[in-house]
Every structure is written in structure tokens, then in C-alpha cells.
């Protein structure tokens, strides 16, 4: 089988179980199996596929069309320019979360400390620190496993010596960790909405990393009461929050009295994405 026909089959075949990526997500696979750019599906549509090449890439469409997320199948996900490892045992980075990095370059100036809670693959701090300098994180997850993978993408992009992953819920030890900035996108999704979700979520993605408790707030009220331990006067708070949770997480700030100018940002569709405040 040539290239061109094995993406035309794998576009086929997802597009028959209703994937709306189709064409995206056969071209990703194709290029995985094949160790390939984009370029070349349309420089060389008659290159040959191997047997195993053809064998392989059938199991990878094969798993896709079981509504298996392309990020876990390849094993890795871009996010910033970057490349991060991910598995299930972590969220996959999302274009979404870019605002919430891209926010917090704007105040993060040379020699500054984050703290990142609910790291997961660890992509937020580490996106942050891949484009600064001098710059360090403290990264916390409850998830063993999670944390694992985070310290591989800190290996991976050279950041190890700047990073600290702590495994705990949610805040590190008090008086351990003083930050310019506390970041985080914590779990904010409704308990009873989950199984409501699409497949490669509900069924793919950490519910641990995913659960926000009965009203999706349980992770705001916790980290908006405590933040005050870890943040320098004047530090920046930055929350990446669900499209309909701004009011509700704008009120929790206020209502704890020590922030101000606080702000609400919104992504590239309108929907409201980040809240950030400021600590007196």
C-alpha cells in the first residue's frame, strides 16, 4: 500500500465512527508510524508502506476509532512548541492552557519562582520556564504517577535543575516555598458532568485530574484560601478556569479579601479562560 492510500483508508475509517479530526488525526498517525513530516504526503503520495509499517498503522487507526485520544497513542503532545510525554496519567496539554502560560510570561520577570499546583505532565510551569531565565518552579500533584511523567518532560527539556516536584494534595509544606507567581488548572469539572463528556475524555483522561466535586469550585476555594502562605506581597495568582466559572471564581477572590485587580481573560473563541488577581 502506498502513503496516499493508507491515509485515504485511515481517514475513511475514522470518519466512519463519527471522528470529526479525521483527516488530522490519520495524517498524525501516518507521519508517527512512518517517521515522516507533513511535507511528505504530498512530495511522495506513491511512497511505499512496509508490511510492518501498514500492520502498525492499522492498530494505531484501529485504536483511534475506539475513541483512544492521538495524544496517548503517539505518547506525546505538542504544547508551546514544546514536546511533552503524556499517558493517562495525566491531562493532555491543551491549546486552552497556552493562555494561562502565555499570561504568566507577561509578569514573570528574571530570577522569579513559581509554584504550579496540580502540575500533571507538568507542561504549564515548565512552558513558563523553557522561555525564561534564571526562573524556577515547585510543582505539586497528588498523583504519583503524574509526577513521574513530569519529571521526565523536566529531563527532557533540559529544566531538571530548576524544578522541585513535591508530592502532596495540593500545597507543599507551609514556610517551604515562597512564589512570584501561583499557577494552576486544577480539576474543574462538575462530578456529574463527567460522564457526560466525549469518550476520549470520560473514558481516557485522569478523573482524579478532571473532578472539581459537586459544583466544580471544591479545588478555587481550597487554593484561593491558602494562597496567601505562598505568595509574596504583590504576587500574581493565576487560575485557568471552565467557560461558565468566572463570576464564581471572581466572588471567591473577593470574598477573601487580600486580592485585587482582579481579571478575567479570554481565549481565542471568547469563552472566558484565565482569572488572575493580584496579592496584597
Known amino acids: 500500500m502506498d502513503y496516499i492510500s493508507a491515509y485515504t483508508k485511515g481517514i475513511e475509517q475514522l470518519e466512519g465512527v463519527g471522528i470529526t479530526e479525521a483527516k ?18 504530498y512530495a511522495h503520495p506513491d511512497r511505499v508502506l512496509t508490511k510492518m509499517q501498514e500492520k502498525r498503522y492499522s492498530e494505531l487507526i484501529g485504536r483511534r476509532a475506539m475513541r483512544e485520544p492521538v495524544a496517548y497513542i503517539l505518547g506525546y503532545w505538542e504544547f508551546m512548541g514544546l514536546r511533552f510525554t503524556v499517558s493517562t496519567d495525566v491531562l493532555i496539554p491543551e491549546q486552552d492552557s497556552e493562555f494561562l502560560v502565555e499570561e504568566a510570561l507577561r509578569y514573570c520577570q528574571d530570577g522569579a519562582t513559581i509554584l504550579d499546583l496540580c502540575t500533571g ?21 497528588i498523583s504519583e504517577s503524574a ?15 530548576r524544578t522541585e516536584f513535591i508530592e502532596t494534595d495540593l500545597f507543599p509544606e507551609k514556610g517551604s516555598v515562597k512564589a512570584d507567581i501561583l499557577i494552576s488548572n486544577p480539576p474543574y469539572i462538575k462530578s456529574s458532568v463527567i460522564d457526560t463528556l466525549e469518550p476520549e475524555v470520560r473514558d481516557y483522561e485522569p478523573r482524579l485530574a478532571l473532578d472539581g466535586d459537586e459544583d466544580g469550585l471544591v479545588f478555587y476555594r481550597r487554593i484561593i484560601r ?12 493565576l487560575l485557568e478556569i471552565g467557560f461558565d466559572q468566572a463570576e464564581e471564581v471572581k466572588k471567591l477572590l473577593e470574598d477573601e479579601g487580600h ?22
Do not use: M, P, W
Request: proline residues 0%.
Open 147 to 161: 509526577l513521574k511523567i513530569a519529571r521526565r518532560n523536566a529531563e527532557d527539556l533540559g529544566l531538571s535543575d
Open 121 to 141: 505532565s507538568g507542561c504549564i510551569a515548565l512552558g513558563v520556564l523553557a522561555y525564561t531565565n534564571d526562573t524556577r518552579a515547585v510543582c505539586t500533584d
Open 24 to 41: 488530522l488525526d490519520a495524517r498524525l498517525l501516518l507521519e508517527h508510524v512512518c517517521a515522516t513530516a507533513q511535507n511528505d504526503l
Open 259 to 280: 486580592f485585587h485587580d482582579i481579571e478575567v481573560i479570554r481565549d481565542f473563541s471568547g469563552n472566558d479562560r484565565v482569572v488572575k488577581a493580584f496579592f496584597y
Open 226 to 237: 491558602g494562597a496567601g502562605d505562598y505568595l509574596y506581597s504583590s504576587g500574581l495568582i
